[in-house]
């Protein structure tokens, strides 16, 4: 089945769902199997929650013996514009046979429905397992082979723009986040000028760093490339979970899987023996422009800032209070003001 943009519709506005903060505690498993069932999907009742804190994924079992894999979107997170944008990018890499898992076309022929207020998808399931990135003799073969299939994505992420997916630069993944956790009144009163002042240089070194990087492409991203994304068969790697696609530089895609195995032996300006063995793979499938190097450390930077935001942002989901019971205390807010600084110093070697 060809799914390529002008195959996917959108579909007519869904209610409560655009921006609403309709809480997943509404929604249990007799939510789940009745979303699906309206679709036409027949569920024999098994249903396991699958790992993810950003959406709710659950295992969904099949009359016919098979099963399928069921997306509930976070509300309020993306618009449908957004998400489908994220769906016809994943058809796009699956029609240039590119492993990756891609949301089926249901009914009325869009990837995208609601159910009960929530807006979900329908997966496959792949199997797989996380690819041992750290064993000393398995490794290398395994960072040239993701690094192959990451230059295959890229080469599909450079044949057009996002129309409506956010990039990842300083804004979106620097002051954006610092706005968001200065206003959230989370910070402790007698840490909040220091995290304040380290965050703020970090990202005004990261904006320097990216103007002695000026030129540089930018591309449609996986956007969060961590092992956590990532399955390995025995037909090689198995890219899942495009939910944070965006637009930016490829480098962004290779740094932290370069991080698993990391052995730190590496010096201000140095790239590691796994960030080597990834780019040899991928400058098998399409040139790097080595510039990019510049903003590794930015890019790692910015994640750190951003994933507070996430929790902050995330902190009222009752979920996120027992997965991350350290969040929100002194202890954390003191470690992330000696991290930044740290990063500091990193960026201005």
Request: proline share 6%.
């Amino acid at each position: 089945m060809n799914c390529l943009d002008n195959d996917i519709e959108e579909p007519a506005e869904l209610p409560g769902v655009q921006g609403g903060p309709q809480s997943f505690a509404s929604l249990g498993p007799d939510e789940v199997l009745s979303a699906l069932e309206t679709i036409g999907i027949r569920c024999d009742g098994r249903l396991q929650a699958l790992n993810s804190f950003e959406n709710r994924v659950y295992l969904v079992g099949l009359e016919d013996g098979g099963s399928c894999v069921a997306k509930f979107y976070r509300p309020g997170r993306w618009l449908n514009a957004q998400i489908l944008e994220e769906h016809r990018f994943a058809h796009e890499l699956t029609e240039a046979e590119i492993p990756v898992v891609a949301p089926e076309v249901l009914a009325g022929g869009s990837t995208l429905v609601e159910g009960d207020g929530f807006r979900f998808a329908v997966y496959p399931r792949q199997g797989g397992r996380t690819p041992e990135l750290d064993n000393a003799f398995h490794g290398p073969a395994m960072r040239d082979r993701i690094g192959q299939f990451i230059g295959r994505i890229h080469n599909v992420g450079a044949r057009a723009p996002f129309e409506d997916r956010p990039p990842i630069d300083s804004r979106t993944y620097g002051h954006d986040p610092i706005a968001v956790i200065r206003e959230s009144g989370m910070l402790p009163p007698d840490l909040t000028s220091s995290w304040l002042a380290a965050a703020g240089q970090c990202v005004e070194q990261v904006e320097q760093r990216f103007l002695a990087a000026e030129g540089v492409r930018t591309i449609r991203l996986h956007g969060d490339c961590h092992l956590g994304n990532l399955l390995w068969t025995d037909d090689g790697p198995h890219f899942v979970d495009l939910d944070d696609c965006r637009t930016g530089v490829a480098i962004q895609d290779l740094w932290m899987l370069a991080d698993a195995g990391r052995d730190g032996t590496t010096g201000p300006g140095e790239t590691s023996s796994q960030l080597e063995e990834l780019l040899a793979g991928y400058e098998k499938m399409r040139p790097f422009d080595r510039r990019e190097l510049l903003l590794l450390e930015p890019l790692r930077t910015l994640r750190m800032i951003h994933y507070s935001a996430w929790l902050v942002q995330r902190w009222d989901d009752p979920a996120f209070q027992v997965a991350f019971p350290w969040f929100n205390t002194s202890r954390y807010w003191q470690d992330q003001i000696l991290y930044l600084r740290e990063q500091l110093g990193s960026l201005q070697d």
